[in-house]
């Protein structure tokens, strides 16, 4: 069945031209829910990154934003069964008048036989609409621009932003600023401890890091 591009929504549910995908808060005292998140993960970044699935289980418990309550974690459905995933962490934006509470997009994952049909556009739109509710005055991610372009997010560091790593291709540092971001909110991007225990900021590759940043600039 085709899954294809997203061209309505209500709020709660992306309706596509096949079928109906509906993102909604992650459960996490469900473990079906968790194991099904966790399965769709692992096939997504598959044995390259094998490292994510444990990103994604060490984020659900490290610090929340402030005033929300729960994890910004969010599910994509097709009849009852979770197709993706994306996740929103706390982190800083280490500016000159004080820390500034941020947020960071990753990992998203879509299950590998849907991806290009429209459900990672549906969780990104999303968890954007979350990250806004939340207060959040901007949303950081590392990515492709041509995909994450289209949702708004721009390169990073001519606004102000320094990468939280020089392993990080500065094409794909990007930035999507909310209605809370005042320009004074510029810095070091600090990421939640689990990136950095896990080794998942950036590229250990230079010479990958160096071609990224030529064919991109």
Do not use: K
């Amino acid at each position: 069945m085709f899954y294809g591009g997203v061209v309505a929504t209500d709020g709660a549910r992306e309706t596509t031209a096949g079928a109906a995908i509906g993102v909604r808060a992650e459960r996490s005292h469900d473990g079906t829910q968790i194991a099904a998140v966790a399965e769709v993960v692992a096939a997504a970044f598959g044995p390259a990154e094998p490292t994510i699935p444990a990103l994604v289980v060490a984020l659900r418990s490290c610090g929340r934003y402030p005033g929300s309550p729960e994890p910004l974690s969010f599910v994509a459905e097709v009849e009852s069964d979770v197709v993706g995933h994306v996740m929103l962490s706390f982190c800083h934006i280490d500016a000159w008048e004080q820390l500034v509470p941020a947020l960071v997009l990753a990992p998203l994952a879509v299950r590998p036989d849907l991806q290009g049909r429209g459900v990672g556009s549906a969780l990104v739109a999303f968890a954007l609409a979350a990250a806004q509710r939340a207060g959040a005055p901007a949303v950081i991610l590392e990515g492709s621009p041509a995909y994450y372009g289209r949702f708004g997010f721009v390169a990073a560091e001519p606004l102000g932003f320094r990468r939280p790593s020089l392993r990080t291709p500065r094409p794909g540092f990007q930035v999507r600023r909310l209605a809370a971001y005042q320009p004074w909110m510029t810095g070091t991007v600090v990421y939640p401890a689990p990136f950095w225990e896990l080794d998942c900021v950036g590229f250990r590759d230079q010479a990958l890091v160096e071609q990224i940043e030529a064919e991109f600039g």
